[in-house]
């Protein structure tokens, strides 16, 4: 069983910067691919970015790409989401998940094992 625990949400305001954090316990973490996603009130769930650890691949939408940064470290069984140049419209709870073993599919959501909670990240005009 493996357990994802997101935080560093909050509120910040336009043009600001967040670091998300999700922590993971479970064994093999290495083997693991993880992804970001969100959902804002009334939208649906959207893909943000993703890690491979095996292939070492990171993957981002076109809506964050160059702005946001995704990155883990094995150690800590940790994975960051670094937001740069955050605007109003990435305001949304954001996901963590995991893939524990497989082929990697960064942008479909059905294909992670596992998910966290969720942390608001709101961003302010």
């Known amino acids: 069983q493996v357990q994802l625990l997101e935080s560093g949400g909050g509120l910040v305001q336009a043009g600001g910067s967040l670091k998300l954090s999700c922590a993971a316990s479970g064994p093999t973490f290495s083997g693991y691919s993880m992804g970001w996603f969100r959902q804002a009130p009334g939208k649906e769930r959207e893909f943000v970015a993703a890690?491979?650890?095996?292939?070492?691949?990171?993957y981002y939408a076109d809506s964050v790409k160059g702005r946001f940064t995704i990155s883990g470290d094995n150690a800590k069984n940790t994975v960051y989401l670094q937001m740069n140049s955050l605007k109003p419209e990435d305001t949304a709870v954001y996901y963590c998940a995991a893939r524990i073993m497989g082929d990697w599919y960064p942008t479909t959501a059905e294909k992670y094992d596992y998910w966290g909670q969720g942390t608001q990240v709101t961003v302010s005009s």
């Open positions: 890690i491979s650890w095996r292939a070492g691949n990171t």
